[in-house]
């Protein structure tokens, strides 16, 4: 999906990009925002800044088909009514994948 996700720093602000939809928590829609940015060579300093991400393929949702990741450190809520497109699939097992990677970042991260 693409929808206005807000900055980090400034909520007040946001920008267009591509999102993972991974849930719902009542009407809103629980997602994980995407970049076509490679992290794994400098994944030690992200992590050290508490950004941690997954590669999920390339697909529609860029137009020149990059390979993505989605940011593992960050579900965002947003309003459905807000989605300004759908942008692409993911397979089940790379969404697998994806769900596993939360719930093992979550666990740790919060324990």
Known sequence: MWAAVPFQEDHTRSKDRPV????HDGPWLL???LTSKDHDRDAAQEAGE???WIDIGAGDWDH???PSEAALHRIIRLDPARVRRHGG???AARFAEV???LQRH??????
């Open 50 to 52: 508490g950004r941690f």
């Open 106 to 111: 979550h666990r740790y991260s919060t324990s």
């Open 99 to 101: 769900v596993a990677a």
């Open 89 to 91: 699939q993911i397979s």
């Open 31 to 33: 997602a994980l925002p």
């Open 20 to 23: 993972l939809v991974i849930g």
């Open 64 to 66: 020149r088909h990059r």
